[in-house]
Every structure is written in structure tokens, then in C-alpha cells.
């Protein structure tokens, strides 16, 4: 990270351990070869269990967002059920958790029943963990976690950058200021009452005349 503040280690979790019909520990991430997955994997979410980690992983987020960052939380539960709409998993908690510099983008994190994890950063950013789940995807928790740290990380580092130039845009900047990650949303990415969003996200942005998202401070006993 480039600024100032504790370094975020990811906590000690238990691995689900998931195996195949011969009891064998599933490799998730490791199944297919070149071929690429068999048609019938696809739209198959057989072990969603996988991703329980993610919980407590999200919850060491916010705890080290607001132990080393002049930062606090609120109950945001109403605010992601109207922002995600009917969308996708049902929500079983949320918290914003927002810097106290004016300038600074905040996030919105909620937990889903899947299990997973679903955040809007800034104006209109998301991020939905993970993004499938299906076998075919074959998606191992550990990756899942690695982009939602990247993403959290990057928002109180000042990282996550947005605009209006092509309908609502992202860049997502590494340590030396490179973008690493770059693309536009839209209404229907948005879920339900995604143009209302879309509008009120482009407003907020406008209102900032194109300034950038700034790192958060730290806590004075964080330094």
C-alpha cells in the first residue's frame, strides 16, 4: 500500500474440505486442462460451501480498516438491499465503513447466504465475490479472497479511481500509479433500479468536477 498504516495480513480461516464421489479433497482451480471444463459443468453450483471463508475474511477487512485508518463503521444493511436490489444472493448483514476525509471513497460490504460477499466502493463501483461460483468456473476460495482484499486495500490506499468520460468508468492503480484494471458499468449491472443508481452515482461524480478518490488517513495511533 502506498500510504501510511498497518499492513493487513489475512486471517487464520478453515478450509471447507470438500471431496469427489471416491473421497478424494476436491482441487479446485486445478481440474481442467487444456480441453477446458465438461459442457455439463456449466451453471452446475455444486459447492458453494467453498467459499465460507470469505466471511471471516471480510470481517478481518473491516477490522483492519478501522484500526488503522481514521475510519468508521454503520450498519448498512438497508442501504446494500436498496443499492443490490433483489438481485443475486439474499444479504444477511452489512456495514459501510467510511474515512473521515471528504475526499476519500468509501466502501459498502455485505454478506451473503451463498456464502460470499458483495461491495459497492466510491460512487457506483462493485464488486461481487465471487462472480460464479459454477463448477466449470471452478473458482478456488484463496483467488476469491486475493481480489477482495485487492479491492478493499486499494480503496483505502486511493487506488480505485472512477469517472464519467464513457458512462461510469474504474481504474484500479497499482503501488507506483499504473492502471491494472480498468472498465465502465452499467444500469443493468447495477441490478433492479439500476438507472436511478446509475443517475445519482453519475451526479456524485459530476459534483466532483473529476477529482480523484484520495487515500484515507490513518489513526493518529496507527502511525
Known sequence: MRGCGMPYARPAVVTPRIVDADGSPIAFGERWGMDGPPEETYSVDAHPERFAPLHPIADALVAHLVTTFDASTTDALDEATSWFGGDGPRLLRAVRVEATARDAAALTIA????????????AAHEGLYPVCGCEACDEPWERVADDLEELVLAVADGRLQESTDR??????EDADGAVRASGWGSARSMGAGGRARRRAARALLAARDGARWLPWPPRSDAR
Open 111 to 122: 454478506w451473503t447466504d451463498y456464502p460470499g460477499i458483495r461491495l459497492r466502493a466510491g
Open 167 to 172: 458512462g461510469i468508468g474504474y481504474a484500479i
